[in-house]
């Protein structure tokens, strides 16, 4: 079984680049340069240099002890809540601010949802002096006031999204748009493991620098490179894509990737794509999406902006029809009830996406000399506001 | 032959072709817009499928699509609204939405109901040329029809030789870099664009869409293509007003000036 994308762009039957003749000439630019410029000494070295002076690389591998202790099992957490501006989202806009210069590019666009991966483009943005527009839903402008602060601080321009459910699927839209556009000097900077081919590998590919540390990071705290079981929260998934990668063709590693139920599989208010989704196309990928009987792209619900999407990466499309993955969920509640616990055991609040990779702990079989590891996305602090409602601080 | 193709052959230039959204304003619009169209002189029409992502469509006919849907306007009652027109008019129908609408109606059943609807062929932006020379074409032949291509200013010449053999009826050009909406003029540099994709002699006429909007952008694309397209200008008509008379009179605009 072959989980590396193929020459035309796709995972199995999931995947390819579904794009309007007018996007053809930005996506086949990109194709047919980005292996060899990431591939690069010269990108490499710029990349890991940045990675561990500015991002703050390699992120610890933590043994939760408490954690462990009450499931009985060995906790790993790897804490990519420690990088520089709080969550995973910036080792690939590290990586494609590089490319995008490399390619000539002037000017940067992006969409984002609960705001972190905005953030992080703002972020390499005025690191690298370029013009930055984010493309945000007007909803989610609103939830997430302090991300839109921190983008406008780092210089960018947020763009609302006004159209459709106003929240991460319609800011893609209109990204893609402005990409439309602008074909000749801008470069469209996606966030996560989806969009036409070659994004879900170039971002698979950036974010792999999670996994690449967890393997010597396990050999020198438990004398294996293997651990038993990686769990990581999806929405787009990219930080999925990241802890599974290097752990893909070895059959021996459990890869479990939790959805976010929102209240519930069946409660009409779910973004638990693999659940109720079906095969279709959304922003350019052919992968399971929700979708009514006629093809059009219903509203996702989840707690959690970053998992707010009604697709999942074709990567993952892939995972879960060929088995390789375990999909679970986890709702609303139970992603606040883990948060807490974590922070409560081990004094880390985590971001709501993490909380829910944690939520699967109490749902899945470990035995006791187990080694799991669990993908900390993000730290919570942008989800205060929500912790606070919640459990009334 | 179908309508399309025999347009084609009999008519040289000023082809004009309207695109409307069906469903808006109201449920029952394309009843009486698509008649209309056929009265005031239009050439061949494009009947919009609304779809809840349309990524290639600038914000006029986004809101359209959105009201559409809010409508209630569905496939099904997109292909019986269409079937119940069928014997009622003679211009040619071009069906236009998004591959996934096909997909998960699926692909054959979606196709048998374009041929029982009349409709001559097919413009579904995101469907890539290769995907549908390996998966489709075989099929769309089978029902009779065929896709109809875009090319677009940053299309390489290679490309449009390709688009020309795998088309059979016309290419779309796209008048430049952007989304649909409406443009006042049409600028020297497009101009020089059309002038050299009418310089190539492609084996398909083509017809000029995106940014077409009154008569002077409308006369300036004849020069250089065989016809044009018009759709968010009059989306935008419709939305004020969608009589007969409306619509008569943003045709006879169109083709004669104010």
């Known amino acids: 079984m072959d989980f590396k994308v193929n020459k035309e762009g796709f995972y199995g039957e999931f995947g390819g680049a579904f794009i309007p003749e007018l996007l053809y000439p930005n996506v086949k ?41 009450k499931y009985g099992t060995n906790i790993f957490l790897k804490r990519e809540d420690l990088n520089h501006t709080g969550a995973h989202k910036v080792n690939n806009t590290v990586g494609q601010i590089i490319l995008a210069k490399k390619l000539g590019k002037k000017r940067i666009i992006a969409e984002t949802g609960a705001g972190q991966h905005g953030v ?68 469209y900077l996606i966030g996560s493991v989806v969009g036409p081919h ?25 004398g294996s490179e293997i651990p038993d079981k990686i769990i990581a929260c999806v929405g787009g998934g990219s930080n999925a894509a990241g802890a599974f990668y290097h752990f893909l063709d070895n059959e021996k590693v459990e890869l479990i990737a939790v959805e976010a139920a929102g209240k519930g599989v069946d409660s009409g208010q779910t973004a638990a794509t693999t659940t109720i989704g079906s095969p279709g196309i959304i922003h350019g990928s ?19 902006a970053g998992l707010d999407y009604p697709g999942i990466g074709p990567l993952h499309a892939h995972l879960f029809k060929t088995h390789r993955g375990t999909f679970l969920s986890a709702t609303d509640k139970e992603a606040l009830d883990a948060a807490k616990e974590l922070t409560e055991l081990e004094g880390i609040i985590p971001a709501l996406e993490s909380a829910h990779a944690l939520a699967a702990l109490p749902k899945i079989k470990v035995k006791p000399d187990n080694v799991i590891v669990v993908n900390l996305s993000g730290r919570g602090d942008k989800d205060l506001d929500t912790y606070m409602k919640v459990f009334g601080y | 032959m179908n309508k399309l193709k025999r347009l084609f052959k009999e008519k040289k230039n000023n082809i004009l072709s309207i695109y409307f959204t069906a469903g808006y304003p109201v449920l029952d619009s394309a009843l009486k817009i698509l008649p209309a169209l056929e009265k005031a002189g239009v050439d061949f029409v494009e009947a919009g499928m609304p779809f809840s992502d349309p990524m290639a469509d600038g914000p006029v006919i986004q809101q359209s699509s959105e009201k559409a849907l809010k409508n209630g306007m569905n496939l099904d009652i997109y292909f019986s609204q269409l079937e119940y027109l069928k014997d009622k008019i003679n211009i040619p129908v071009v069906a236009m939405g998004y591959v996934n609408q096909m997909m998960r109606y699926g692909e054959e059943r979606f196709l048998q109901r374009c041929k029982d609807a009349g409709i001559s062929a097919l413009i579904l932006p995101d469907l890539p040329l290769k ?65 050299r994709i009418k310089n190539l002699n492609l084996r ?9 909007s009154n008569h002077e952008t409308f006369s ?39």
């Open chain 1, 29 to 69: 630019e990109l194709e047919d340069n980005y292996m060899e410029i990431i591939n690069s000494g010269d990108f490499q070295k710029e990349y890991k240099q940045l990675l561990k002076d500015y991002v703050g690389r390699p992120t610890p591998l933590y043994f939760a002890k408490r954690l462990s202790e």
């Open chain 2, 131 to 195: 995907i549908y020379l390996n998966d489709y074409k075989i099929l769309f032949e089978k029902y009779g029809l065929t896709n109809i291509f875009l090319i677009t200013p940053q299309t390489s010449e290679e490309r449009i030789r390709e688009i020309d053999n795998a088309s059979d009826t016309f290419i779309y050009m796209v008048s430049s870099s952007s989304t649909t909406g409406t443009k006042e003029k049409i600028s020297a540099e497009q101009k020089s664009y059309f002038e």
């Open chain 1, 286 to 304: 052919r992968t399971l999406l929700m979708q009514d009987e006629y093809g059009q792209i219903t509203e996702p619900y989840s707690i959690s």
């Open chain 1, 198 to 222: 070659p994004y879900p590998d170039l971002v698979a590919r950036l974010q792999a620098i999670i996994s690449e540390e967890m393997k010597w990071q396990l050999k020198e705290k438990t």
């Open chain 2, 220 to 258: 300036n694309a004849c020069n250089y293509a065989a016809g044009a397209i018009i759709g968010s200008a009059f989306v935008k008509t419709v939305s004020e007003d969608s009589s007969e008379e409306s619509i008569i009179n943003f045709v006879r605009k169109i083709k004669e000036g104010e």
């Open chain 2, 204 to 212: 398909n006429p083509t017809v000029i869409g995106f940014g077409i």
């Open chain 1, 120 to 187: 992080a483009t703002a972020t390499v943005c005025a690191l690298m002096d370029m013009q930055c527009v984010v493309y945000m839903g007007e909803v989610d402008i609103k939830r997430q006031a302090p991300n839109v602060a921190r983008m406008k601080m780092l210089g960018a321009e947020v763009r609302p999204a006004k159209s459709g459910s106003k929240t991460l699927k319609d800011a893609t839209n209109e990204a893609i748009r402005d990409w439309i556009n602008n074909p000749e000097d801008t470069y």
